[in-house]
């Protein structure tokens, strides 16, 4: 059988060697030796001796996940063999977090991360009590990390003299040791018709840098049920 499908970039190869690699923009490939951690649902397939497992986050994050809704539902898959990870076709990018890195990351956009790497979920500081979606993962250690985005990031440097503001729905995530703020726009004209709409926005200031997609994100049953509690203050 011929076509377009069966180009070399869309055929899955013998792994190299272990661990994680891009298939293309929309899949990530993990060639397992040991473990590999991952959002629970993201397997597309996978070939080899490989066992699935519900993957416990200890006390602590559990009880902050039923607290604030916010954080990742995890699975282990544990052996010898490769699998494929994807979210709905979004976009997926690899980083390289080094010892003295620390990212803090909306969970919604984790995909798959090496075992090497930790992580604790923790409240954006300077956000007050707005709810389960400013509640982050901080990610520390060394390792790789697979993150998803709706559509190519943008990555904004921020600096001392150059603070930045962003949608809470649409930043992915952000350097941890940066400080944050909720800002509200004062001017009642960004909440009429052709106006922005954005009542309240996340500030970053410091030095570092802040990924934002070119997308509000999926809604939660929350949010769609309620228009999410930024929205009811903006209200």
């Known amino acids: ?16 060697q272990a661990g994680m690699s891009l298939q293309h923009s929309k899949c990530v490939k993990y060639a397992v030796n040991g473990e590999v951690l991952a959002r629970q649902g993201a397997m597309v397939a996978f070939r080899g001796n490989l066992q699935f497992e519900v993957k416990s986050q200890g006390v602590g994050n559990f009880l902050k996940r039923a ?26 990018h690899i980083l390289d977090i080094e010892p003295n890195d620390a990212l803090s990351i909306n969970g919604k956009n984790v995909l798959c ?33 697979a993150i998803l985005t709706q559509g190519a990031p943008i990555i ?15 930043v992915v995530g952000w350097s941890s040791s940066l400080q944050t703020s909720i800002q509200k726009n004062q001017s009642l004209k960004s909440m009429l018709r052709g106006g922005s709409g954005e009542l309240f926005q996340l500030m970053l200031q410091g030095q570092g840098f802040v990924i934002v997609q070119p997308s509000e994100g999926k809604p939660s049953a929350q949010q769609a049920s309620s228009g999410g509690l930024l929205g009811s203050l903006g209200g």
């Open 113 to 145: 991360f090496d075992p090497s790497l930790r992580y604790d979920i923790q409240m954006v500081k300077g956000a007050g009590m707005f709810g389960g979606g400013l509640f982050n993962s901080v990610f520390t250690g060394q390792g790789k990390l």
């Open 156 to 170: 904004i440097p921020v600096s001392p003299q150059a603070p930045v503001l962003v949608d809470t729905d649409a």
């Open 67 to 92: 607290v604030t809704g916010e954080g990742l539902s995890l699975m282990a898959v544990r052996g010898q063999g490769e699998v494929w990870f994807a979210d709905a076709a979004s976009d997926c």
């Open 1 to 16: 059988m011929r076509g377009d499908i069966f180009k070399a970039e869309n055929m899955a190869q013998p792994p190299t």
